[in-house]
């Protein structure tokens, strides 16, 4: 484990302050934990830790649980973190139908709802306000009837909704929230969802990209754990690249980075103007092969996307010519646009995300031969490729930690990165 050391000077304010930060960071990220473990690694001296402890528990913020023995046959009281200080939601709209889940300040997913679908071309806020209430109201009758944590009736759990994370398919102003750009969705260009759901229910909204949220979830909480250099491809009902550098997501000057959708596949596409949706998007989302699967009468008109990939998948592992012959020109695609992102970035890891992931035998049928087909073109050290670990959710879970860590950075600003 890495080893913390506070540097400089700071008033006792001050540095009670940092210190209090660092020890809930601490507690965050290693419940349960104890007292002397926390000075260790943190390099503070106990008083210190214990102060900030003490600071902790009577804000609710960690609680202390059992009584342990540790092998040196000293005893110590674990803190864990207070997971039920609070909940937020996470939002996830480019998933058709819409996703939404309720968690705890663990994570831990307790509710899970399903709303309307972008497939239309009116204004969502007043549907989105309303999903999310009806939601709420759910939640809270849930945690009544069930008496979760004592709670017996809504007044007590008024409050208790902490944040909310919006994942939209558009770029997003950072500072504002505002979509910037929204070619599939137009509709939703200059609006401030966060804002709408702020100023209607008074809980705290943050609003990102829907794309860069699936790969914040899989670097907190799945496959790119530790990786500070990685890129997740989406490919679902839209497509789009959430990119990781330094440990830090990566949007651009405009918030445009990673609309790979515009990437055109052929020198043809590059002398036409542009349309609604890119060259890779009409191909890659899963309506674009969905429509190719029709199109070779694999699967009825009537079916989804979901399930005409589903039916690709299973054929062409089943050796059926024509679906094998689909599945690798999706290969080739992927192959066009990741070793042009491999080259540019050089990430230690490419994660294929979004829908398409949980699809039947993709592994064998896109990932293998996706990095068969880099090896053959790209003469450096290949990054390691490899499906998400969160599949379908990974818009959702990450919309859920991207709010929480707000919230902890929003109280707790100091920290050491690990």
Not at 86 to 111: A, F, H, Q, S, W
């Amino acid at each position: 484990m890495m080893k913390y050391q506070v540097m400089g000077k700071a008033t006792p304010s001050v540095q009670k302050n940092i210190n209090t930060s660092l020890v809930y960071h601490y507690v965050f990220d290693h419940s349960p934990c104890y007292r002397a473990m926390i000075a260790k690694d943190l390099n503070l001296s106990a008083p210190a830790v214990s102060r900030a402890v003490e600071i902790l528990i009577e804000r609710g913020d960690i609680i202390e649980s059992n009584r342990v023995q540790l092998e040196n046959g000293k005893k110590v009281v674990l803190l864990e973190l207070n997971n039920h200080k609070g909940y937020v939601v996470g939002i996830d709209l480019l998933r058709n139908p819409m996703k939404m889940i309720i968690t705890d300040y663990c994570g831990e997913i307790l509710k899970k709802w399903t709303g309307f679908s972008l497939d239309r071309q009116t204004d969502i806020s007043s549907d989105l306000l309303e999903e999310v209430d009806n939601m709420l109201k759910s939640f809270k009758r849930d945690l009544i009837s069930k008496k979760i944590n004592g709670y017996t009736n809504e007044s007590e759990i008024r409050g208790k909704i902490k944040a909310i994370g919006i994942g939209v398919p558009a770029a997003i102003d950072k500072m504002t929230g505002e979509v910037l750009s929204a070619q599939r969705y137009d509709y939703m260009l200059g609006k401030r969802y966060g804002e709408v759901l702020h100023q209607a229910l008074n809980i705290t909204a943050f609003v990102e990209n829907v794309t860069n949220m699936s790969a914040f979830a899989e670097r907190k909480l799945g496959v790119s754990r530790g990786i500070d250099n990685s890129v997740f491809i989406e490919l679902s009902s839209g497509v789009g690249l959430g990119i990781f550098i330094n440990g830090q997501l990566y949007s651009g000057a405009s918030g445009t980075a990673g609309e790979i959708g515009y990437t055109p596949l052929t020198l043809e596409q590059i002398h036409r103007p542009v349309e609604t949706l890119g060259y890779f998007e009409q191909v890659m989302s899963m309506e674009g092969i969905s429509n190719q699967v029709k199109k070779a009468r694999l699967a009825d008109a009537h079916t989804t996307p979901t399930e005409s990939i589903e039916r690709l998948f299973t054929l062409a592992h089943g050796n059926n010519q024509i679906a094998v012959n689909i599945c690798t020109q999706i290969v080739n695609n992927l192959v066009v646009l990741c070793s042009n992102v491999i080259l540019m970035l050089n990430p230690e890891q490419v994660i294929v995300g979004g829908t398409i992931a949980e699809m039947p035998y993709v592994q064998d049928l896109l990932v293998s031969p996706l990095c068969q087909n880099l090896q053959q073109i790209i003469p450096f050290q290949l990054p390691q490729i490899i499906l998400s670990s969160l599949g379908n959710n990974s818009g959702v879970i990450g919309a859920v930690s991207m709010a929480i860590e707000q919230l902890k950075i929003a109280h707790y600003p100091y920290r050491f990165e690990e």
